[in-house]
């Protein structure tokens, strides 16, 4: 769907990853094996990633939307085409968030104006989303992303 030109559309990138709530806010859509109970992220229709169980269906859940941080890193390169990089390229964070109810470690981009030295393994992380690029029909894409929790 084009953008009007008096407002930006903003989609997600990868549809099915994240979705707001009823109060706008994000949390990331995961699988849960009805069966065993085991997530996985990001979220797929079948095939439980538990080697003990066999079942072969995974619901769509929300998921936690706080978790501790359990690593992390920066990224000073711009990612190789065709992947999206802001111009000029700015060096960014990446997390490893374990999820609080779920434990599961979900990997994600840190928001802008933080680095590797603002962060500390074990600190609490909230999920939030941040603009990745605009599309050619002027729609504004949109990833899940983690920030340090106030």
């Not at 990331?28 to 797929?44: E, M, N």
């Not at 169980?53 to 359990?70: A, F, N």
């Not at 992380?125 to 992303?145: I, K, Q």
Request: glycine share 8%; proline share 11%; charged share 20%.
């Amino acid at each position: 769907m084009p953008a009007s030109s008096d407002a930006l559309t903003e989609l997600p990138a990868i549809d099915g990853w994240w979705a707001c709530d009823d109060a706008g806010r994000p949390h990331l859509i995961g699988g849960k094996c009805p069966a065993c109970g085991t997530y996985v992220f990001p979220p797929r229709a079948s095939n439980c990633p538990n080697p003990a169980c066999d079942s072969d269906v995974l619901e769509q859940v929300p998921m936690s939307r706080r978790g501790k941080l359990w690593s992390y890193t920066e990224n000073r390169y711009p990612p190789p085409a065709p992947y999206p990089a802001q111009e000029p390229f700015e060096p960014f964070a990446i997390a490893a968030v374990q999820l609080a109810a779920e434990g599961l470690i979900v990997l994600g981009k840190v928001v802008q104006g933080t680095l590797a030295a603002d962060l500390k393994v074990g600190i609490e992380m909230e999920l939030t989303t941040m603009l990745l690029y605009v599309d050619d029909d002027g729609a504004r894409r949109s990833v899940y992303a983690w920030k340090v929790a106030s």
